[in-house]
């Protein structure tokens, strides 16, 4: 039989060597952050103090869908008047600099026309479109959306405005930073 020989504080099988401890998880450090800069993340997500108040209060979250989905339960709960400081706080989406005059002169009259009726900035999530057709999307929704009525188009900015927080909050969960760090984060959906 053959046997291995006695080396005084060596072990037959060297133990993996660690490597230094990385950054926790994106999730990990939502859940263990001090309450007021958790809230203060999620306000850059969807500014509304309820809002970020609940979500962060029901930490810790076992996963990342559990996060997203206390986020869209919290944000249907929006009462009219939640709804629109949220709605008030968004920004004009930016448009990439190359593009043409004709389409920011566009842009800028729909948006003027749209913020004159109903009274906010329009928002929209462009999660999934393509960057390219972007700019199309957004004129062709911001068209169609100014002939809803005002509590119509409450109903569907209150379902964007969900949205673009759920997409805030699925870029901080990959570790982009805090909401407004994410590609969306302070423009409304471009």
């Keep these: 039989m053959h046997r291995l020989p006695d080396l005084p504080g060596r072990v037959a099988i060297p133990a993996q060597a660690r490597g230094a401890p990385g950054p926790p998880p994106p999730l990990e450090r939502f859940n263990t952050a001090p309450a007021q800069d958790a809230e203060r993340d999620l306000l850059s997500c969807l500014h509304s103090p309820r809002w970020a108040l609940r979500v962060a209060g029901h930490r810790p979250y076992p996963d990342p869908a559990s996060l997203l989905a206390a986020a869209d339960e919290a944000a ?6 939640e709804l629109a400081k949220a709605l008030a706080a968004e ?11 004709a ?37 062709e929704d911001i068209r169609s959306r100014l002939a809803n009525d005002p509590e119509d188009e409450r109903v569907v900015a209150a379902e964007q405005l969900r949205r673009l927080a759920r997409e805030r909050l699925e870029n901080m969960l990959r570790g982009a930073g ?5 590609p969306h984060g302070a423009a409304s959906g471009t």
């Excluded at 920004?91 to 005059?101: G, K, Q, R």
């Excluded at 009259?109 to 004159?116: D, K, L, Q, R, V």
């Design 76 to 81: 249907y709960d929006l009462s009219a008047e």
């Design 91 to 101: 920004s004009l989406p930016a448009l990439p600099e190359d593009t043409y005059t």
């Design 103 to 139: 389409a920011h002169t566009a842009l800028n009259a729909a948006h003027a026309a749209y913020e004159a009726k109903f009274g906010h900035v329009f928002v929209i999530s462009l999660d999934g479109v393509p960057e390219e057709e972007a700019l199309d999307r957004v004129l």
């Design 178 to 182: 805090n909401c407004a760090d994410s």
